[in-house]
């Protein structure tokens, strides 16, 4: 057991503070070689850094391979908090050109299939109307993937569907924003389409599209069959390319489940969906984000701008 005298003090850590970027390069890549060359550094130099660094925590950071370097259980908690201390010196100089000039800055978002087709850039233009000088990184994924890079500061910003609040991070806001329908798609000339109350047995021998996405509208799908004592159907199509579905769905031969977000994209494609008698699945979807970053107007036009374009969608 570590006793008062052999812990850390923070002020140590502090002092190398302007390590952590050797550091994280080397974390990284796995080489001092290929590190070197990110930092524009010598292999000795940057080898001394480390060596600095470790010697004033006085613990190993990396176990070293005739191959490379890989992370000590110290290294991975190091790498964790410098991401988020690199994170921190960012949203500072966000706020300082903020209060030099505004309208200038980074955005990092990721949007799940319900958000990222047409709430998410519309959103966008709408701010760079406003901030032309904003820079917009925007990715799609799903929360398994983009939640994680959110909590290790690669993100600003998620938008997808709330987890369980068992489940979220103490560190995160999760702000709902409207609760999100998963429809069954399909051609206004299609020959479900005219009938209402559809139930699963209805469902049973049409052509099926999954988008690949969609993992959780494959879950309430599960469901929806199960509830009425009945398999889920399998994809005679599985895409992750929306316009493909669309296209396919124009034939009027198959269904596809999607957000209810995408109603007025896909009537432009003549299509519609179809009256089941319950709903196929309901969640409350909304942005993730860490506190701070409201403190950057770039992001704050952004909020405001989705919290303007869900009014009189389904709020939670």
């Known amino acids: 057991?570590?006793?008062?005298?052999?812990?850390?003090?923070?002020?140590?850590?502090?002092?190398?503070?302007?390590?952590?970027?050797?550091?994280?390069?080397?974390?990284?890549?796995?080489?001092?070689?290929?590190?070197?060359?990110?930092?524009?550094?010598?292999?000795?130099?940057?080898?001394?850094?480390?060596?600095?660094?470790?010697?004033?925590?006085?613990?190993?950071?990396?176990?070293?391979?005739?191959?490379?370097?890989?992370?000590?259980?110290?290294?991975?908690?190091?790498?964790?908090?410098?991401?988020?201390?690199?994170?921190t010196c960012d949203y500072a100089v966000?706020?300082?050109?903020?209060?030099?000039?505004?309208?200038?800055?980074?955005?990092?978002?990721?949007?799940?299939?319900?958000?990222?087709?047409?709430?998410?850039?519309?959103?966008?233009?709408?701010?760079?109307?406003?901030?032309?000088?904003?820079?917009i990184h925007l990715s799609s994924g799903l929360n398994e993937t983009t939640l994680p890079m959110l909590s290790e500061g690669r993100l600003d910003a998620v938008l997808g569907g709330l987890p369980p609040r068992q489940e979220r991070d103490g560190r995160l806001v999760y702000e709902p924003l409207l609760n999100v329908?998963?429809?069954?798609?399909?051609?206004?000339?299609?020959?479900?389409a005219g009938r209402s109350g559809l139930r699963p047995r209805d469902l049973v021998d049409v052509l099926w599209i999954w988008f690949s996405e969609s993992v959780t509208g494959r879950q309430f799908s599960s469901r929806w069959f199960e509830r009425a004592g009945m398999t889920l159907p399998p994809p005679s199509v599985e895409t992750s390319a929306l316009q493909a579905?669309?296209?396919?769905?124009?034939?009027?031969?198959?269904?596809?489940?999607?957000?209810?977000?995408?109603?007025?994209?896909?009537?432009?494609?003549?299509?519609?969906?179809?009256?089941?008698?319950?709903?196929?699945?309901?969640?409350?979807?909304?942005?993730?984000?860490?506190p701070s970053v409201l403190r950057l107007q770039a992001f704050a036009g952004f909020r405001e701008q989705l919290q303007q374009r869900v009014v009189g969608l389904d709020r939670p």
């Not at 000039?101 to 799940?112: D, I, P, Y």
């Not at 296209?247 to 009537?267: E, G, I, K, Y």
């Not at 519609?272 to 699945?281: D, F, I, K, N, S």
């Open 1 to 87: 057991m570590p006793t008062a005298d052999t812990l850390l003090a923070p002020h140590k850590l502090l002092r190398r503070a302007h390590l952590l970027l050797d550091f994280l390069a080397v974390a990284e890549t796995g080489t001092i070689r290929s590190a070197a060359q990110r930092q524009h550094l010598s292999q000795s130099a940057l080898t001394r850094r480390i060596q600095d660094l470790e010697s004033g925590l006085g613990v190993e950071l990396f176990e070293r391979h005739p191959h490379g370097m890989t992370l000590t259980k110290f290294g991975e908690a190091l790498q964790h908090h410098a991401h988020l201390v690199g994170l």
């Open 94 to 135: 966000g706020e300082i050109n903020d209060l030099l000039g505004g309208g200038t800055g980074e955005l990092r978002v990721a949007a799940g299939p319900a958000w990222v087709y047409e709430l998410v850039p519309d959103a966008m233009a709408a701010l760079q109307a406003r901030m032309p000088r904003v820079r």
């Open 181 to 192: 329908e998963h429809r069954l798609f399909a051609s206004r000339s299609h020959p479900l």
């Open 245 to 290: 579905g669309f296209r396919l769905l124009q034939a009027a031969q198959h269904v596809m489940l999607l957000p209810s977000t995408l109603t007025a994209l896909a009537a432009q494609h003549g299509l519609a969906p179809l009256h089941t008698r319950e709903p196929v699945g309901v969640y409350t979807s909304g942005l993730m984000y860490r």
